[in-house]
């Protein structure tokens, strides 16, 4: 996010060693366009469309000096905060470089602006200081919410507690808590610890973040936080466009002549129906009354003739007597 000028996105398409994908941000299509030139230069960006334009999608590949078949590059020109982590392709991002806008306060142009007589010195408002972290914090909170990520780094070109070690804790303060903690960066890197602001003490991951200071360093001032997710990541799942499209997907309409089949099996169906009873009641007309066999009887001896006269003999009839007699 927030790719221009485009050194850290270079760097970190030589760390992928010519293998992978890298996605870049850039809301400004002017700083796009720079973005776009910085990556020509230092990786050999290869692209159809050099002219980024506002919502546009500038596709390309970086050679790559260590092998490989080169790193898949896409210089989207919009707003980081419009992506949603839950669809393609945000739910395959596993390393976000998390670098907004601040108050560039370790850089050395900075001061020498900001002294207007080529002293030294930091005059940034405090009302701009808030208005840069509360988008610091937004544009953190955003990267932190992506499923499959597994480190998200925070930088900034600012000396500043406020827009650092405020951003991020106030962003790990957060209800629910993101599934993320702070992890040391470089373990030789050595960091003078900023001052406490208004009696606040620095919280204890303070240590494992890179503070570059331009008195102690001799180089430009700057600020990196590495934050990775505790647990394993998610497995990757069916995108929840997808899924909805899946569900909304229509029936194919069916054609004239599958439609009169339907119709006529409709029809013979219903005459087995109608049929079924009739042929019932006439069986039962022709048998007439009798002994009814159950399917699950076994060993059923049907009576004959002799045997039914046997058990039911026939009776006398009776002597009719003559009148008069």
């Known amino acids: 996010s927030c790719a221009a000028p485009g050194s850290k ?21 002017r700083r796009a366009h720079s973005l776009v030139q910085r990556l020509e230069q230092l990786v050999s960006f290869k692209c159809s469309n050099p002219t980024p334009r506002q919502g546009s999608l500038v596709r390309g590949r970086a050679a790559s000096c260590s092998g490989g078949q080169g790193v898949d590059v896409e ?19 596993e390393v976000l470089i998390v670098d907004p806008s601040c108050s560039g306060s370790g850089l050395p142009e900075h001061h020498l602006t900001q002294s207007g007589s080529g002293g030294s010195g930091d005059t940034t408002s405090p009302e701009r200081l808030r208005r840069l972290a509360a988008f610091q914090r937004r544009i953190l909170a955003h990267a932190l919410q992506f499923p499959r990520a597994r480190t998200v780094v925070y930088s900034t070109c600012s000396t500043h507690r406020q827009e650092n070690e405020d951003v991020v804790e106030a962003v790990l303060s957060a209800v629910p808590p993101p ?59 069916a995108p929840v466009a997808e899924v909805a499209l899946q569900r909304k997907k229509k029936r194919r309409k069916p054609t004239p002549a599958e439609r009169r089949a339907s119709a006529a099996g409709k029809q013979v169906d219903l005459k087995k129906q109608v049929a079924a009873p009739v042929a019932a009641s006439s069986a039962r007309k022709r048998k007439g009354p009798g002994i009814r066999l159950s399917s699950h009887a076994k060993n059923v001896a049907i009576p004959t003739a002799e045997t039914l006269s046997a058990a039911c003999p026939a009776k006398k009839p009776k002597r009719q007597h003559k009148q008069g007699s």
Do not use: Y
């Not at 210089?75 to 991002?93: C, E, H, I, M, Q």
């Open 179 to 237: 599934p993320f903690a702070v992890r040391e960066a470089l373990s030789w890197w050595k960091s003078p610890l900023p001052e406490a602001t208004d009696g606040k003490p620095l919280p204890d991951w303070a240590k494992f973040c890179i503070r570059s200071d331009p008195v102690t360093h001799q180089c430009r001032g700057f600020f990196l936080c590495r934050l990775d997710r505790l647990g394993e990541a998610p497995p990757p799942t």
């Open 75 to 93: 210089v989207r020109v919009g707003d980081f905060l419009d992506t949603n982590p839950a669809s393609k392709p945000w739910t395959d991002v």
């Open 9 to 29: 996105t270079a760097h970190a398409i030589e760390l992928l060693r010519g293998h992978g994908r890298m996605l870049a941000f850039e809301r400004d299509p």
